[in-house]
């Protein structure tokens, strides 16, 4: 505890540490082992809803401020401030190599080129709000969003390479496996894994009595969602069926991580 308005993500670094952001505008890093703030990040002028760790220890943050945050963790100041989106920044995620993506409600993905603090390329495809952006372990980037559809890029032409239909509300959420599943989380209560072979749905994952917020993998191939009943589901993925049932929090589940 030490917020003071909703966590809208957490996320793990490779080392163990734990960030959050939150509707307060801030990013917190806790200290563990006292529960307490160990650093409260300030920098953000509206609601923090995305954190993202690179490989090597980077945070970095998205806000409905249409930035992206790079923090100095020494100084807990702002390192970097990014500035190419024209609305609310919904998502930050690093690939393994160190490239930086985020996704906004001007229906874009942004690749930054941090080397200039600017877009190295903008990915149109979308015909809504992106609210979830993803790499995978080989540098495959993926996108959900609004318009109810996940995106696979070719980075190469900056266009969609496979567009995958089949959630019938928006995609909330999108993360790949340390093997290349994609999974998809969405309003319309499921969870969908897609078999990028034919584009198809491979599993449809139903259990949840909500909306479903946000979908994670862990290293050893088990798989998360939240959902806005307050719920967590770790899923059985040989029965499609809730392996555990999570019962805890006393509101919305708006992000899970491992």
Known sequence: EGHTAPVVSVAWSVDGQL???SNDDTVIIWDLSSSQPAQTLEGHTAPVVSVAWSVDGQLASGSYDNTVIIWDLISSQPAQVLEGHVSDVASVAWSVDGQLASGSADDTVIIWDLNLDQSARTLNGHTSDVAS???SADGQLASGS???TVIVWDLSSGQPAQTLEGHEDSVTSVTWSVDGQLASGSYDGTVIIWDLNSGQPTQILEGHES????VAWSADGQLASGSDNGTVIIWDLNSGQPAQT????EDSVASVAW
């Open 146 to 148: 609004d318009d109810n």
């Open 133 to 135: 952006v993803s790499w």
């Open 19 to 21: 960030a959050s952001s």
């Open 246 to 249: 999570l019962d805890g929090h």
């Open 211 to 214: 909306d479903v917020a946000s």
